[in-house]
């Protein structure tokens, strides 16, 4: 593969979203865990890195004017209630301590969205950088993953969500929005196939 003009998205590899700990722990960090997803990300990030392919990464963060956040769904609702803990230096909005090493602080973004590209300039910093494609890695695959790929997708990227770099609470729904993804974006691809060339 060509590194020229691409980048990769890495979405939510924060404690809130990964750990136990975290405000999602009880229905994220057990079937995080079991995929094995963190382990094989780290390995993809780190390669990304090497062949000096910028990464991006997005937190969700809520500011103490709350940002951008409308409370328009149950999703966002819950976290609005939840603020505190998504507050910009809280120990849960932190990136998880297997991925800091990874994150340069000019190419961290924050936003009060479920896709990453909304409520932010990422998208638009991606864009004067020269970036056309996104491999798009985190968690959820059905929520911050689906959305941010389509939005991406939308905006005129070449987007290809990371099959083996992304995981759900749900196995079936993690497969199901995969199966959407691979249509509504330019494919899915594994790691190992992008790291191949």
């Known amino acids: 593969m060509s590194v020229e003009h691409s980048a990769v998205l890495a979405l939510h590899w924060q404690v809130n979203v990964i750990k136990p700990e975290g405000f999602f722990g009880g229905m994220l960090a057990a079937p995080v865990e079991r995929s094995g997803v963190v ?8 390669w990304a890195a090497g062949a000096g392919i910028p990464i991006y990464f997005t937190r ?12 328009n769904t149950a ?11 998504f507050r910009p230096d809280a120990a849960g909005t932190q990136l998880i301590p297997e991925m800091t090493h990874l ?13 990453g590209l909304a409520g932010n300039d990422l998208a638009a910093r991606l864009g004067d950088a020269g970036i056309t494609t996104l491999y798009v890695t985190g968690v959820a695959t059905n929520l911050t993953v689906e959305q941010t790929a389509r939005h991406a997708t939308d905006l005129g990227f070449v987007v290809h969500p990371v099959s083996d770099c992304v995981a759900a609470a749900d196995e079936t729904v993690h497969l199901a929005s995969l199966a959407n993804l691979d249509l509504a974006s330019a494919g899915c691809r594994t790691a190992a196939e992008i790291t191949a060339g």
Not at 39 to 46: L, Q, T
């Open 75 to 85: 999703f966002m609702t819950a976290v609005g209630q939840a603020q505190e803990q």
């Open 60 to 71: 969700f963060t809520i500011p103490e004017d709350e940002g951008r956040l409308v409370r």
């Open 103 to 115: 994150a340069k602080p000019d190419h961290v973004a924050d936003n009060q969205k479920l896709s």
């Open 39 to 46: 382990g094989r990300a780290v390995r993809f990030h780190e």
